[in-house]
């Protein structure tokens, strides 16, 4: 089970950009994610009219390892890291380790 999904809203323990938050985008592989607005790479385009892509500079957002994102826990109002519970019918929910609530994704 992964601790971190796609859709969660996450902050940026390590690296240039850190301290900002975003939501996972997408998982790229099992280590790294994709996170709007963060991570973002200057990328040089160059038109294609078979396709309708202007050219020009755009930003990219590029992966970013998971050891350097922390789930954010709005009632804390910061980082926390992520447990499993097992419930009574054997099912597995992820849970904030400070508090013990579940995380809604």
Do not use: C, W
Not at 2 to 30: F, H, L, S, W
Not at 37 to 45: D, E, F, Q
């Amino acid at each position: 089970m992964n601790k971190i999904r796609k859709g969660d809203e996450v902050i940026i323990i390590t690296g240039k950009d850190k301290g900002r938050r975003g939501a996972v985008t997408e998982r790229v592989d099992a280590e790294y994610l994709l996170i709007e607005g963060i991570n973002l790479a200057r990328k040089h385009v160059k038109p294609n009219p078979m396709k309708g892509v202007a050219g020009g500079i755009v930003d990219k957002a590029m992966p970013i390892h998971q050891s350097n994102v922390a789930i954010y826990n709005k009632a804390a109002g910061k980082a926390d890291r992520v447990g499993i519970k097992v419930l009574q019918d054997g099912s597995r929910v992820r849970v904030f380790k400070s508090s013990g609530e579940e995380i809604k994704a």
